[in-house]
């Protein structure tokens, strides 16, 4: 079994205790900080190696992977303070990076640190395609279906409730649309991302349709995911992070 030494997790919610499933046993010790520190005290009676940790110790202890599993509020209130611990640095809550100032001040501190920051495909697939495609994507339209309950309204008809950039789309939706800010990461150009949200009370799962458009061909891909303990995050985005982690410790790495 591969030890991966130390993990320091932010947040301890529905992908957490996903990922913990299939990692935790294979890690020495994991620090967690949540903001509800009884949600530790929960993992804690599972795992063994679960330490409770203010994030303000977290340059006192010898960590190799940041996990971020919590906001796009945490990604910018504690991404300086670690970009200072030159670690692994996973995020999943890729939506901070569509403020364009973190994004700025972020990339600015990345230069001159020494960590490897990781982004996850989350709750969609297709990145491998959009990084091969390269600068010939025009343009890609992002069509996530959800119910409406996960966008806390309340409506008994299907309904467009966003249509726009996917920078607007964030800030309106910053628990709901990472994947649309994790697109445009990986094509590079923000301006080329447009979402269209809809809210259906008929939808027995989360979707996300992919369109992209570029000099080399057009991909359409069609994402249906069951939904999970937790009405706003799809099982397939803890499983992605598991899937980086486990492909960064294996020496033969397919699709990358
Ligand atoms: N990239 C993707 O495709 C994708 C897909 C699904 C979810 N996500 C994102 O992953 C993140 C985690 O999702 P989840 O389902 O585990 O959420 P969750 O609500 O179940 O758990 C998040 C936990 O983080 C804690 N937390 C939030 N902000 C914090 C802060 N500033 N400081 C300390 N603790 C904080 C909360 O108390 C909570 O316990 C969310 O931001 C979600 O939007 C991304």
């Known amino acids: 079994m591969v030890i991966l030494l130390n993990f320091f997790v932010i947040g301890a919610g529905n992908c957490t205790n996903v990922i913990a499933k299939d990692l935790f046993s294979k890690v020495s010790n994991v620090y967690i900080f949540d903001s509800s520190k009884e949600k530790v005290e929960e993992l804690k009676k599972v795992y063994s190696n679960v330490i409770y940790s203010d994030f303000s110790d977290i340059d006192k202890l010898n960590i190799d992977y940041v996990i971020e599993c919590a906001s796009v509020d945490a990604v910018i209130r504690y991404s300086e303070k670690i970009l200072d611990l030159n670690t692994n640095y996973v995020i999943i809550s890729s939506g901070a990076f569509g403020d364009d100032l973190f994004r700025e001040r972020f990339m600015e501190k990345l230069n001159v640190s020494n960590c490897n920051v990781f982004i996850p495909s989350g709750a969609v697939g297709g990145i491998d395609l959009i990084h091969s495609l390269g600068d010939s994507v025009e343009k890609i339209v992002l069509n996530t279906r959800k119910s409406p309950k996960s966008f806390g309204i309340d409506t008994f008809e299907e309904k467009i409730i966003f249509e726009g950039g996917c920078k607007e789309a964030i800030k309106r939706f910053p628990q709901n649309i990472n994947v649309a800010i994790t697109l445009a990461l990986a094509v590079k150009d923000f301006e080329k991302v447009h ?62």
């Open 195 to 256: 979402v269209i949200i809809t809210a259906d009370p008929y939808v027995k799962s989360n979707s996300h349709n992919i369109t992209i458009e570029s000099k080399i061909g057009r991909y359409s891909l069609n994402l249906e995911n069951y939904p999970s303990d937790n009405a706003k995050t799809s099982l397939l985005a803890p499983l992605s992070i598991i899937g980086l982690i486990n492909k960064l410790n294996n020496n033969f790495k397919v699709g990358v």
